[in-house]
């Protein structure tokens, strides 16, 4: 978790987190909804362009560019963590209820699987 900028104070918050999380496609405009730890966060992105948004868990902006990946959308931070390390998200809804996301930072990789409440 360090890698990913959270700090070690919140590492057990995200753990235990359940993330409500929206996510809708239109053309090539993609919205994200989502709330973490009491605060909600909303961007519209243009997929293919890079934009700029506020991360609530460590308070600053990072740049970020959402692509289409045939069915997977994948997130990229040219310096995720402002010393310079990128970050690769890639999203794939497996099912109906399950999204698999698969993580690199800098030369680490891991993934999670979630599952619809």
């Given at each position: 978790m360090?890698?990913?900028?959270?700090?070690?104070?919140?590492?057990?918050?995200?753990?235990?987190?359940?993330?409500?999380?929206?996510?809708?496609?239109?053309?090539?405009?993609?919205?994200?909804?989502?709330?973490?730890?009491?605060?909600?966060?909303?961007?519209?992105?243009?997929?293919?362009?890079?934009?700029?948004?506020?991360d609530?868990?460590?308070?600053?902006?990072?740049?970020?560019?959402?692509?289409?990946?045939?069915?997977?959308?994948?997130?990229?931070?040219p310096?995720?963590?402002?010393?310079?390390?990128?970050?690769?998200?890639?999203?794939?809804?497996v099912d109906?209820?399950?999204?698999?996301?698969?993580?690199?930072?800098?030369?680490?990789?891991?993934?999670?699987?979630?599952?619809?409440c």
């Amino acid at each position: 978790m360090e890698k990913l900028g959270v700090p070690a104070d919140m590492f057990e918050n995200v753990k235990k987190a359940t993330i409500p999380f929206n996510g809708s496609l239109s053309g090539n405009k993609f919205a994200i909804k989502f709330e973490f730890m009491g605060k909600t966060q909303e961007s519209t992105f243009t997929l293919g362009v890079e934009g700029e948004e506020h991360d609530s868990t460590v308070g600053r902006k990072r740049k970020v560019t959402y692509t289409m990946e045939g069915d997977y959308l994948v997130t990229t931070y040219p310096d995720h963590d402002g010393s310079g390390t990128p970050m690769r998200v890639s999203r794939h809804l497996v099912d109906d209820d399950t999204i698999q996301i698969d993580v690199t930072v800098g030369g680490l990789e891991g993934w999670i699987t979630s599952k619809r409440c």
